[in-house]
């Protein structure tokens, strides 16, 4: 069973920034048939809902419209790393945030369509 494995939450205040990492533990994403990767969020009491997606490929990207702007994804080959820079984070961002991938290359939001996950990570944003 491939593990995606999420690093980097933790608390912070509102207005500051954070960076989340996810990596397959032990392979790497070329290995388990990664093609495009993603990142979503669960709030409690809410569904989990779509945030960015990268194509490992090319670094095409895709984002939720709630996140444009404060939000980057971004890929890299040589750490073998998804990464996820939150910026301007506000209460409303706090969730736990979840890494996911797929082998397929397009790029998608439904959660549904990616085959591997994370354990998650816990982002509280405190004002």
């Known amino acids: 069973q491939v593990q995606l494995v999420e690093s980097g939450g933790g608390v912070v205040q509102a207005g500051d920034s954070l960076r989340l990492s996810c990596a397959p533990s032990?392979?790497?994403?070329?290995?388990?048939?990664?093609?495009?990767m993603a990142w979503f969020r669960q709030a409690p009491g809410k569904d989990r809902e779509f945030i960015a997606a990268?194509?490992?490929?090319?670094?095409?990207?895709e984002y939720a419209d709630s996140v444009k702007g404060r939000f980057t994804i971004s890929r890299d080959y040589t750490k073998n790393a998804v990464f996820l820079r939150l910026g301007s984070l506000k209460s409303e961002d706090t969730a736990v945030y979840y890494c996911?991938?797929?082998?397929?290359?397009?790029?998608?939001?439904?959660?549904?369509?990616?085959?591997?996950w994370g354990q998650g990570t816990q982002v509280t944003v405190s004002s």
């Open positions: 990268v194509r490992w490929r090319d670094g095409t990207t």
């Open positions: 996911a991938a797929r082998r397929s290359t397009f790029l998608v939001t439904a959660p549904q369509e990616y085959d591997y």
């Open positions: 032990g392979r790497t994403f070329s290995g388990i048939g990664g093609n495009a």
